[in-house]
Antibody, heavy 117, light 110 residues
Framework: EVQLVESGGGLVQPGGSLRLSCAAS????????LHWVRQAPGKGLELVSA????????YYANSVKGRFTISRDNSKNMLYLQMGSLRGEDMAVYYC??????????WGQGTLVTVSS | QSALTQPRSVSGSPGQSVTISCTGT?????????VSWYQHHPGKAPKLMIY???KRPSGVPDRFSGSKSGNTASLTISGLQAEDEADYYC??????????FGTGTKVTVL
């Protein structure tokens, strides 16, 4: 079974940067697309960014386009999200998620990003 | 991409059935048979309960069922139990590598 473990969250000032990581184990990592999904306080789930298995195709929500960069290293079974120009509305729990079909079968436990001065 | 519309809350007594609706558009929900549902307890990772509109992953009780008609998908929980109290989110494949989530529904067991 695939396991996903996020890291890298923390407190950052508005306008600052942070890099999230997601370590995957237990599956054929390069086979699956990988996604970052976030939940802001009191809000619902939101797809932030996604990347194809080979890294060739990426997607960004309009709210983060131009500020966030998703990448993956299949040799290390790692997924990353480089976040820049952070805003208060980016404060959320960020989940790494994936699945073999058109659903999120596997989720990490999440990492909290707090944006505050 | 706009979020799919779900009722803010539904409730039922133990043993009863509740149904959560998820309304999208012909582009989402209506356009693909790739609707999934997630159970989310606060502080925990979301859990896949239904995929491909009506399929249950291994280990999910058959009390949970999904369906779709036109642009609206539904999740029904039969024989409601205390541990079913959680937030539930629908999600539709939206093309490419993208998905769109519903607004979320809080299920309360009375």
């Amino acid at each position: 079974e695939v396991q996903l473990v996020e890291s890298g969250g923390g407190l950052v000032q508005p306008g600052g940067s942070l890099r999230l990581s997601c370590a995957a184990s237990g599956g054929t990592f390069s086979t699956y697309g990988l996604h970052w999904v976030r939940q802001a306080p009191g809000k619902g789930l939101e797809l932030v960014s996604a990347i194809s298995g080979d890294g060739a195709i990426t997607y960004y929500a309009n709210s983060v386009k131009g500020r966030f960069t998703i990448s993956r290293d299949n040799s290390k079974n790692m997924l990353y999200l480089q976040m820049g120009s952070l805003r208060g509305e980016d404060m959320a729990v960020y989940y790494c998620a994936s699945g073999p079909e058109f659903a999120y079968t596997w989720w990490g436990q999440g990492t909290l990003v707090t944006v505050s001065s | 991409q706009s979020a799919l519309t779900q009722p803010r809350s539904v409730s039922g007594s133990p043993g009863q059935s509740v149904t959560i609706s998820c309304t999208g558009t012909s582009s989402y929900v209506g356009g693909y048979n790739y609707v999934s549902w997630y159970q989310h307890h606060p502080g925990k990772a979301p859990k896949l309960m239904i995929y491909d509109v009506s399929k249950r992953p291994s280990g999910v009780p058959d009390r949970f069922s999904g369906s779709k008609s036109g642009n609206t998908a539904s999740l029904t929980i039969s024989g409601l139990q205390a541990e079913d109290e959680a937030d539930y989110y629908c999600c539709s494949y939206a093309g490419g590598y993208t998905f769109v989530f519903g607004t979320g529904t809080k299920v309360t067991v009375l």
